[in-house]
């Protein structure tokens, strides 16, 4: 059983950075950032995966958002820049399993969630 804790959102202007943490008890294969908004479904944003060498963005966040991994101290990050409104929602670390060894963007791949933190981008 994986169990993960996120941390360090809040409330920020639109430009602005914040980083979000995960600590993990245990890595996965796959590690990832989700985010759901209100009224919306979950999506993801970030993978991390091959042992932390490869990473992979959607491309609505590519550019502006780093993933990162610690895992000499179970840590998951999620740096983030010039963030817009349409990044408000509430950012999930999750962990699962690859599909060839490699690591995809769906949900039902991720057997392990965190309970979220919530990030506000005002205009």
């Known amino acids: 059983q994986v169990q993960l804790v996120e941390s360090g959102g809040g409330s920020v202007q639109a430009g602005g950075s914040l980083k979000l943490a995960c600590k993990y008890t245990s890595s996965a294969w796959c590690m990832a950032w989700f985010r759901q908004a209100p009224g919306k479904e979950r999506e993801g944003v970030a993978i991390i995966y091959d042992g932390a060498i490869d990473t992979y963005y959607s491309g609505s966040v590519k550019g502006r958002f780093t993933i990162s991994q610690d895992e000499k101290n179970n840590s998951l990050y999620l740096e983030m820049t010039s963030l817009k409104p349409e990044d408000t929602g509430m950012y999930y670390c999750?962990?699962?399993?690859?599909?060839?060894?490699?690591?995809?963007?769906?949900?039902?791949?991720?057997?392990?969630w965190g309970q979220g933190t919530q990030v506000t981008v005002s205009s």
């Open positions: 999750a962990a699962g399993s690859s599909r060839g060894g490699y690591c995809l963007l769906l949900t039902e791949d991720y057997n392990y």
